[in-house]
């Protein structure tokens, strides 16, 4: 059963039987005053949890000081999350150009490298997604087929299998402006890539003077238990993109690059209206103090071990991923294992693999909910799932 909708919205989500009407920590209570238990962190969004006192108390001092202003003007707030971000940042990303949203990252993202290079194709890896646009689209695998709206891609695009090494020196040349590629694939299950594919994605754009691009919208700012996947697999990006995870909540995301690159862009070659405005950058500087202040790096860290250990159980089968971006993989489908756990109590996400359930926890999970998960899912044997 689908939850009511409304009949203006249009239906393009599907709806799950449950409406949230507030959030404490890492719970959502619906409208009967019910309490659920979010591992799913709106689609890993709320990375510090809801109601994080910090969090909210620097989004209403600065709305109460400033509420908005444009890139026309310094903005000091704006300063200080770039300077934050670069800090925690893998090193030689130096450069911050603030958007709105991890597609309007990626697609600027795609277009530097084009012009970077002079060149007009761009390299991506199956099962990929990085979004709906018509450039972060056109890289998003089995798009073009199922629901990409263009009447052609902005750029040529070559898709290499995963951990093929082979096939992806093949499909690197000298007109390859660059590698796009999600150092653990959300959407497709959290699926994480062995250590020498990555490694190989390096060397391939150093030895074609190709622009390599991690995607960190999903995988960015603590999520994987390390700063960046950038971090957990020793890669240097060229570019690197983020968001979700990156205001706690509030809309806002970010690319940052090298000086290099940043020296060849001059005034008005991108921009962005609400990019970088005042309450989303209140937000990122304190997402990113947060993280560090409370060691919540070292909490995804042992968090997660502690689900890989106690939860393969239940309909579960086994794990992959890393930190807090967990594929669950299980024997009857994901969607009716997700319902199941629903009405328990507990709220989880599926994937494009109809046998591997998500977790995207806040990063302020603790051992007791990791319990609380294994229990029920032990539960769920004596239960029919299909």
């Not at 319990?371 to 004596?382: F, I, K, P, R, V």
């Amino acid at each position: 059963m689908m939850s009511q909708g409304t009949a203006n919205l249009s239906e393009v989500y599907p709806l799950l039987p449950f409406e949230p009407v507030a959030g404490q920590g890492v719970h959502l209570k619906d409208q009967s005053g019910r309490w659920i238990l979010d591992l799913y962190g709106g689609h890993a969004v709320a990375s510090l949890g809801y109601g994080h006192p910090r969090l909210t108390k620097a989004i209403n001092k600065q709305a109460e000081r400033l509420l908005f202003q444009s890139n026309l003007v310094t903005v000091r707030i704006r300063n200080e999350a770039a300077d934050k971000l670069a800090a925690f940042a893998p090193e030689g990303l130096t450069r911050v150009f603030f958007v709105n949203s991890g597609s309007e990252a990626n697609e600027n993202a795609l277009r530097i490298a084009l012009q970077a290079t002079s060149r007009s194709t761009i390299v991506a890896v199956e099962h990929a997604f990085h979004g709906r646009t018509a450039a972060a689209a056109a890289v998003t695998w089995g798009a073009e087929n199922r629901w990409y709206g263009f009447p052609q891609t902005p750029f040529n695009v070559k898709f290499v299998p995963r951990n093929d090494i082979a096939a992806l020196r093949a499909a690197v040349d000298d007109d390859t402006a660059g590698i796009i590629i999600e150092p653990v694939q959300g959407v497709a299950g959290a699926f994480d890539f062995s250590l020498e594919f990555m490694k190989a994605t390096r060397d391939v754009c150093d030895q074609n003077k190709a622009i390599l691009i991690l995607d960190e919208v999903q995988t960015g700012v603590g999520r994987l238990g390390t700063p960046f996947g950038a971090d957990l697999y020793g890669v240097q990006p060229d570019l690197l993109t983020t968001a979700k995870a990156l205001g706690g909540g509030f809309p806002c995301a970010a690319l940052l690059m090298t000086d290099a690159l940043a020296a060849d862009i001059g005034a008005g070659s991108m921009g962005s209206t609400f990019g970088g405005g005042p309450l989303a950058c209140a937000a990122i500087k304190t997402v990113l103090e947060v993280i560090e202040e409370d060691n919540l790096l070292l909490q995804v860290q042992e968090i997660s071990a502690q689900i890989k250990k106690k939860c393969v159980c239940g309909p579960i089968t086994s794990m992959q991923g890393a930190g807090f971006l967990i594929g669950l993989k299980t024997v009857p489908r994901a969607a009716s294992v997700r319902d199941a756990l629903l009405q328990k109590g507990i709220l989880t996400g599926t994937s494009a693999d109809p046998h591997v359930l998500r977790l995207l926890p806040p990063f302020i999970l603790e051992e007791s909910h990791v319990e609380y998960l294994a229990q029920t899912l032990e539960e769920l044997n004596s239960e029919p799932l299909q």
